[in-house]
């Protein structure tokens, strides 16, 4: 072979192998999903792994507006009936066509998914009837008025009733649906027989704690994705993470460190964040029994008095832990959910005062202090013990020594459903875009059974929001149900019930000539990044 001839052909390999690298996509995932079943865990992690596969009815952008999916127009008949019309020429991965019985199946299948961790049932239960008019045009019927369908529509996962070996016909009843068939189990999901969506990509191979494989749907209906190939690989430890971005191992990462921004800029990779939904906040234990972790009170619980719960607030400068702890990349909350968001109402955050905080405890008869422990999980949320250790370093500078207990997430967030910690740090993160999410669980009186509180391990309770609360969960018109969860919101945050400290900014990085649209839920979606490099331009 001449040296003309190998270097030609060193060259044609050299373009080859560019070409098939510029198909395919590598992302650094920080989490990994629990499960290849879009319907098993109402988790992010999943979430964001199932869009790329499963649609829904209904969409949400990037700052969490509804759009178009599956479904192209939906409105309400009258107060407990909605129509829904239907995409035509959609098929499965399958190769199925997309209808209304799909629809119906996928809804049915949800509340009977086994050992689900966190059910998706709480979006179905106002669901009384589902009927097919065509294959195209679905009825969907409430057990009252619920304006929120279309949002909690957008978290129903649909799946091929075919693939999923359903009977010829499906039909909705609330004791239970019919034509159902042998349901698959959610390791069934694994395999890319099982797991046929409608989305821009299909599952090739899902391999735990090494990768999940994606390819391209060729017959997509919507805008086809950038990449043939999407590989995500998930490597939970920040700083393993951010080596094989700079190694070049992975294109892009999710949740890079903070303190590690300024390096990954400096060596020209893209740097994208955006404010996001999840509030960090203290909760506190309502309970005037067996309140535990609490010292120097005699027995007193003494965050049952309102007076105390506002120094505490008072005590934390906001403005400072979003400057040293966050680096900036987060904001302080005077609410629940960031203005403007659906329900807010552009509250001011509450003014760093340790004197003020002071004189509040003396008349609460605490001048003298007291010692208390606060529960947080060290591996949740950015920055979370550090966060945690400065909020107790400023509640103790004014009296309230506090101790503070961090542990793993799963080892927390047991604990705090068990009622261990007087006070602890957590975060959330609004589903649904609007102020209904927040309220519903964390400030809602405890009811399991209603859907409320779920999330409310310290029992605050107030009567009169839960009423307002109410009212605005079945109120349609969208200008009145802002205001009434506007007051209700002003309720908790008025006596300190719960207490806002900082919404998260959240960033990803990358190399250069990829571009990804930050998005206030925080998932990455393989599906959203962009080639913008030259070779994609020409």
């Not at 399991?448 to 018109?477: C, F, H, Q, W």
Request: with cysteine; hydrophobic share 35%.
């Amino acid at each position: 072979m001449t040296l003309r001839t190998t270097t030609l052909a060193a060259a044609i390999l050299a373009v080859s192998a560019h070409g098939a690298a510029a198909q395919e996509l590598t992302i650094g995932l920080s989490s990994e999903p629990t499960s290849m079943d879009p319907q098993f865990h109402n988790l992010a992690t999943n979430t964001q792994v199932r869009l790329n596969i499963f649609e829904s009815l209904i969409a949400q952008d990037p700052l969490q507006g509804l759009e178009p999916s599956l479904a192209t127009k939906w409105e309400a008949l009258d107060d407990t009936t909605w129509r829904y019309s239907l995409r035509e020429g959609v098929e499965f991965h399958d190769g199925t066509p997309f209808t209304a019985r799909d629809v119906i199946y996928s809804v049915c299948r949800i509340p009977l998914v086994e050992n689900s961790p966190s059910s998706f049932s709480i979006y179905t239960q106002s669901v009384t009837d589902m009927r097919a008019e065509d294959d195209h045009t679905l009825i969907i019927e409430t057990n009252g008025p619920n304006p929120l369908l279309p949002v909690e529509s957008s978290t129903w996962a649909i799946l091929s009733a075919d693939a999923s070996g359903a009977e010829d016909t499906v039909t909705f009843t609330e004791d239970g649906c019919e034509g159902m068939g042998t349901l698959p189990a959610s390791n069934d999901f694994n395999s890319p027989d099982v797991a046929a969506g409608t989305g821009p990509y299909m599952l090739d191979e899902f391999t735990r704690g090494s990768q999940i494989v994606l390819t391209r749907n060729e017959d997509y209906w919507g805008e086809a994705p950038d990449w043939e190939r999407i590989v995500m690989r998930p490597i939970t430890s920040a700083g393993p993470r951010v080596a094989a971005l700079l190694s070049g191992d992975v294109d892009m990462i999710e949740s890079p460190p903070i303190q590690d921004l300024p390096r990954l800029e400096d060596a020209n990779f893209k740097v994208v964040d955006s404010l996001s939904n999840r509030i960090i906040y203290l909760h506190m234990y309502h309970q005037d029994h067996d309140a535990p972790g609490i010292e120097g009170t005699n027995g007193e619980n003494p965050l049952l008095d309102a007076k105390v719960r506002e120094a505490i607030s008072l005590a934390i400068n906001r403005e400072a832990i979003v400057e040293r702890i966050m680096g900036g990349y987060a904001e302080p909350a005077g609410e629940l959910l960031p203005p403007p968001m659906f329900g807010t109402s552009g509250r001011a955050v509450d003014a760093y005062d340790p004197e003020r905080a002071q004189a509040l405890l003396a008349e609460a008869g605490y001048e003298d202090g007291f010692k208390i422990v606060l529960g947080t999980p060290n591996d949740r949320y950015i920055n979370d013990e550090q966060v945690a250790q400065a909020v107790a370093q400023m509640l103790t500078r004014i009296g309230i020594e506090t101790e503070v207990d961090a542990s793993t997430a799963s080892q927390f967030f047991s604990r705090r459903n068990d009622q261990e910690f007087p006070i602890y740090m957590a975060g959330w993160g609004a589903a649904s875009g609007e102020m209904s999410s927040p309220l519903k669980s964390l400030v809602a009186s405890y009811d399991p059974d209603a859907g409320l509180g779920v999330t409310n391990p310290g029992r605050y309770s107030n009567p009169e929001l839960d009423s307002i609360l109410k009212e605005a969960m079945v109120t349609i018109d969208d200008d009145k149900r802002s205001q009434l969860l506007q007051k209700a919101e002003s309720i908790a945050l008025d006596e300190h019930g719960i207490i806002p400290l900082h919404y998260e900014r959240t960033a990803w990085a990358m190399k250069p000539g990829l571009d990804y649209e930050p998005r206030v839920d925080q998932y990455t979606l393989a599906f959203e990044v962009k080639d913008v490099s030259d070779e994609a331009q020409d």
